[in-house]
């Protein structure tokens, strides 16, 4: 059973950083994409940012684009979200995420790797003030 474990929320100002770290167990295959999604408060789930299982394919979502970036560790099965130039809006949980059956062949045209995820973490607070 894959478990997806998020560490590295809190409380920043505007214009601020934090780094998100996941760490993923319980793979059975070498191939999974991981991504990161976001909850704010009555709101639906977002897609932020994933990354492929080979990382040549990353989604970002426009919001987002050019001040966060996804980066897999050395350890392949670790996965972190630096965000850069925080904006309130940007206040969420962030959750940790993968697909339970993965097709490897498959990119979505729009998502990417963000596409069926269906595995979440517990996710972790982001709180951006103002």
């Known amino acids: 059973q894959v478990q997806l474990v998020e560490s590295g929320g809190g409380l920043v100002q505007v214009g601020g950083s934090l780094r998100l770290s996941c760490t993923a167990s319980?793979?059975?295959?070498?191939?999974?994409?991981l991504g990161w999604f976001r909850q704010a408060p009555g709101k639906e789930r977002e897609a932020v940012s994933c990354?492929?299982?080979?990382?040549?394919?990353?989604y970002y979502a426009d919001s987002v684009k050019g001040r966060f970036t996804i980066s897999r560790g050395n350890a392949k099965n670790t996965v972190a979200l630096q965000m850069n130039s925080l904006k309130p809006e940007d206040t969420a949980d962030y959750y940790c995420?993968?697909?339970?059956?993965?097709?490897?062949?498959?990119?979505?045209?729009?998502?990417?790797?963000?596409?069926?995820?269906?595995?979440w973490g517990k996710g972790t607070l982001v709180t951006v003030s103002s």
């Open positions: 995420a993968t697909h339970r059956l993965y097709d490897s062949t498959y990119v979505h045209p729009v998502m990417g790797p963000c596409y069926g995820m269906d595995v």
């Open positions: 319980g793979f059975t295959s070498d191939d999974y994409a």
């Open positions: 990354i492929g299982h080979r990382d040549d394919i990353v």
